[in-house]
C-alpha cells in the first residue's frame, strides 16, 4: 500500500469512528421524517433538476442513498467543511434530531423501486487504472454501491456531471462559497486531473445503483 493510501485510511478510520460515536446519540425516524423535507422536495424531488451553482449540474439522487452518509453531508454543510449557500443555509436550519430524521427518510425513500443505471459496463482500461489509482472501491464497495462503511456513499448511477462538481470540490482551497474539507477525499481527488476525474465520474454513472429521483410536489 503506497503512503497516501496509508494516511488516507488512517483519517477515514479515525472520522468514521467520531461519525459513528455521534451517530449512536441521535436515532432517525423515518416518519418524523417525512414531514421535515419540504426545503428538500423543491431540487431533490424534481427528476434532472439542475443546480446553477458553481456551475450548472443535475442535483444528486439521495433517495436510497446510505442514512448516516446522508447525516454526515448535513453535518458537513452545518460546520462549514462543505461550502455551498443553499446547503448551508438548509443544514443550518436543521437540529441533529432533524438531521437524523431526514436521511432516515430519504434512505429508505423509494425502497423497492429500480435505481438508475445502464447496466454495469466494465470500464475503458485507463478509467480502470484511475480507479485503481485512487483505490476507490476499497472504500465504495462493489459496483461502488456497497461502501464499507455506512457513513460513505453509494456512487453506481449518481449523475456523471454531480459527481465531478463534487470530486472537483475536494481539490478547492481558499474559496469562501465553495469547496469541501475531507481529508480522505482531497488526498484521493489531488491525484487526479479534472479530464481524469470527469472519466471516472461518467463511468460511475453508467452503473447500476439504488439511487434515484421520486417526484414530490410540495403541497400534498
Not at 449512536?24 to 423543491?42: L, N, P, R, S, T
Not at 434532472?48 to 456551475?55: C, H, N, V
Not at 443555509?89 to 429508505?108: E, N, P
Request: hydrophobic share 35%.
Amino acid at each position: 500500500m503506497n503512503q497516501l493510501m496509508s494516511r488516507v485510511l488512517t483519517i477515514a478510520v479515525a472520522s468514521v469512528t467520531s461519525f459513528a460515536a455521534q451517530a449512536q446519540e441521535v436515532k432517525g425516524d423515518f416518519k418524523a421524517g417525512e414531514k421535515k423535507i419540504a426545503m428538500c422536495i423543491g431540487c431533490h424531488g424534481i427528476p434532472g433538476y439542475q443546480a446553477s451553482f458553481p456551475e450548472v449540474y443535475r442535483v444528486p439522487m439521495i433517495s436510497g442513498q446510505n442514512e448516516k452518509y446522508i447525516a454526515s453531508a448535513l453535518a458537513a454543510y452545518r460546520k462549514g467543511e462543505r461550502k455551498h449557500p443553499s446547503m448551508r443555509g438548509i443544514a443550518d436550519s436543521l437540529t441533529d434530531q432533524d438531521i437524523a430524521d431526514v436521511a432516515a427518510y430519504y434512505a429508505q425513500h423509494g425502497a423497492g423501486q429500480k435505481g438508475a443505471g445502464k447496466g454495469g459496463k466494465e470500464p475503458s482500461a485507463k478509467v480502470a487504472e484511475l480507479l485503481k489509482k485512487g483505490a476507490c472501491a476499497s472504500c465504495h464497495g462493489d459496483n461502488f454501491s456497497k461502501p464499507i462503511d455506512p457513513s460513505y456513499p453509494k456512487l453506481g448511477g449518481q449523475f456523471a456531471d454531480y459527481l465531478f462538481v463534487a470530486l472537483k470540490s475536494y481539490k478547492v482551497e481558499g474559496q469562501h462559497t465553495w469547496g469541501r474539507s475531507n481529508g480522505v477525499m482531497g488526498g484521493v481527488a489531488k491525484q487526479f486531473s479534472n479530464a481524469e476525474l470527469k472519466a471516472m465520474a461518467q463511468y460511475l454513472a453508467s452503473l447500476d445503483g439504488d439511487l434515484k429521483t421520486i417526484p414530490q410536489q410540495k403541497f400534498r
